[in-house]
């Protein structure tokens, strides 16, 4: 439970402006406001199972208590439980690989990054064969099998991140085989590294390279060592013993050194008659520490009653959790605050919960979720979404805000994930109301469809929408869509997971708050209504929602 006293001393130490008179529109300063207030060294960058977790789940608890609101948790609870096993490598005694008598070791955060979701205390892989499968894929409903049936137990699978016509070039057999450059599931490395123990191998590592992976080897390492996954039993354990990253310059010298060329691989991967490919005469070898523990962390849910249809929920989501505490930046900067990431996003939904709380009170029931562990994996969301408390064919949409730009108006709004469902003609018709216009993700390989807490619902068939000012170099009123890539690339590059996320001076929140507003206007309509948003034909979550279909008329 949530101590009462914690609750008080931390409601002292609120700034005024979370706690002024409502109005009718959403608030710059106050979103400042409960930014830098959740960004204070004291949340130690609100890390799950950590005391900065405690002091996150009191603050956003008290936050909704004040506005008046609802507990909106499991049996009248603020909270959700979100059972965590947490992991962490040690420096490892041996990381190489061996090809005859020739040894090749691997430097951890150089040549390779690695991770466990095993309960173990070390993680020992014993000279594994490797194999590349290509991209990975096994996907029947597009006639697509990288593996062959080849035999991966005890194995490492060495595979290439995004889809396989993610490179297509015009002519090739492949292209839009995938959906061209729009990353489809097969593309994340969560699937793959998935896909690999389904297909019985001892571990799992992705070549990465910055354009298929929509980040770079900065990002890869910035976990640190560690991960997260949902409490399984030892027999639903679907993980590998060790998974992660191959740097792209060390992964183009193993394969030379098995007398591979990477290059030339990649092109044949774009083909279904490709064929798993072993790295002759390399075997993998690895024994590592790890820390392991169970962490009790939780989402935070809060509720407005709907006045007429109360069993048919409007959600809105954002995820309350950082990086915590880090090694120093260059600055000497060593907690990992989550300002924009996404400490703006919690910042909305609180801002949204007063405004909807001040007015009418709407005719089906408004949800806000604060999901925990969306950095470890969207843990939270998907513990969510696999023990709802609201049933997901009653649920109408779940909107999510996860990082919004910092720089001023913009002329457009960035959709992520067109043409998937209903909801993306509802933001345009609210857009144009603003003046403004769509303008669909600039790089949609890098699936940030897939990569946000709306995610877990929408393979439920809730119909999502996900607003993120990640999605591409907005058209700014000052600078135009330079400007916007400009700011995009300054984040992403620098500050994405980093310290140096953290609440500035500088940040304009007018193209952010212009945002916030689309999304509260979706919401109040959609919690004023009789209409259930829709997946489009071709979404892979239409069946999914159709099989509900008469539960919603």
Not at 63 to 85: H, I, K, M, S, Y
Not at 113 to 126: E, F, G, H, W
Not at 252 to 257: H, S
Not at 361 to 375: D, L, Q, Y
Request: hydrophobic share 40%.
């Amino acid at each position: 439970m949530i101590k009462r006293a914690l609750l008080a001393s931390l409601a002292l130490t609120l700034p005024a402006p979370l706690l002024a008179a409502p109005d009718n529109a959403i608030d710059a300063k106050r979103i400042e406001a409960m930014v830098r207030a959740i960004t204070t060294d004291d949340f130690q960058g609100r890390a799950p199972g950590t005391p900065g977790e405690e002091k996150t789940i009191a603050w956003l608890v008290e936050q909704f208590r004040a506005l008046g609101l609802e507990p909106g948790g499991p049996n009248g609870a603020w909270t959700q439980p979100v059972p965590l096993l947490h992991t962490r490598l040690g420096t490892p005694t041996r990381l190489e690989v061996t090809r005859g008598a020739a040894t090749q070791p691997l430097e951890t955060g150089k040549d390779i990054y690695l991770s466990t979701l095993q309960p173990k205390d070390r993680a020992v892989i014993a000279n594994a064969p490797m194999v590349f499968v290509g991209y990975g894929v096994k996907a029947p409903e597009r006639g697509w099998d990288d593996f062959k049936g080849v035999d991966l137990k005890g194995k490492i699978a060495v595979f290439l991140i995004n889809d396989p016509d993610f490179e297509a070039k015009d002519g090739e057999a492949v292209k839009d085989s995938f959906g061209g450059r729009t990353m489809t599931y097969y593309g994340r490395w969560t699937y793959k590294f998935e896909e690999a123990a389904r297909q019985g191998a001892v571990g799992a590592l992705i070549v990465h390279d910055a354009p298929g992976a929509g980040y770079g080897w900065n990002v890869v390492v910035s976990p640190g060592g560690e991960n997260y996954d949902m409490v399984r039993p030892a027999d639903r354990i679907t993980s590998v013993a060790l998974q992660g990253w191959l740097s792209g310059e060390a992964a183009t010298a193993l394969f030379r050194d098995a007398g591979l060329d990477l290059a030339a691989l990649r092109v044949r991967a774009r083909s279904k008659d490709f064929l798993p490919v072993e790295l002759k005469g390399a075997r993998f070898a690895a024994d590592i520490p790890v820390t392991r523990e169970v962490v009790q962390s939780r989402n935070v849910l809060a509720k407005i009653s709907g006045a007429k249809r109360p069993d048919e929920v409007v959600m809105l989501g954002a995820h309350w959790d950082a990086y915590g505490i880090g090694k120093p930046d260059p600055q000497g900067r060593t907690i990992r605050a989550g300002a924009n990431d996404d400490g703006i996003g919690v910042a909305a939904l609180l801002e949204m919960a007063r405004l909807f709380r001040a007015g009418p009170k709407p005719e089906r029931t408004i949800v806000f979720g604060m999901w925990s562990a969306e950095e470890r994996g969207l843990l939270g969301s998907e513990t969510y979404a696999a023990n709802p408390v609201y049933a997901h064919e009653k649920t109408v949409a779940n909107l999510t805000v996860d990082v919004l730009q910092t720089a001023g108006r913009a002329k457009d709004v960035i959709l992520i994930g067109k043409g998937q469902n209903t909801l993306e003609d509802d933001l345009a018709r609210f857009a144009a109301k603003q003046g403004r216009t769509i303008t669909p993700d600039a790089a949609p390989e890098r699936g940030l469809f897939y990569r946000a807490d709306h995610f877990p619902l929408a393979k439920r068939g809730v119909p999502v929408l996900l607003m993120m000012g990640l999605a591409g170099g907005a058209d700014l009123v000052e600078g135009g869509r330079a400007a916007g890539e400009k700011w995009v690339s300054d984040y992403t590059t620098n500050c994405y997971h980093q310290a140096c996320d953290a609440w500035s001076a500088d940040w304009n929140l007018d193209g952010a708050v212009m945002d916030m507003e689309l999304v509260r206007s979706m919401a109040s309509e959609l919690a004023n209504s009789n209409r259930w948003p829709e997946w489009k034909p071709g979404s892979e979550f239409k069946d999914v929602r159709d099989k509900s279909a008469d539960k919603r008329r």
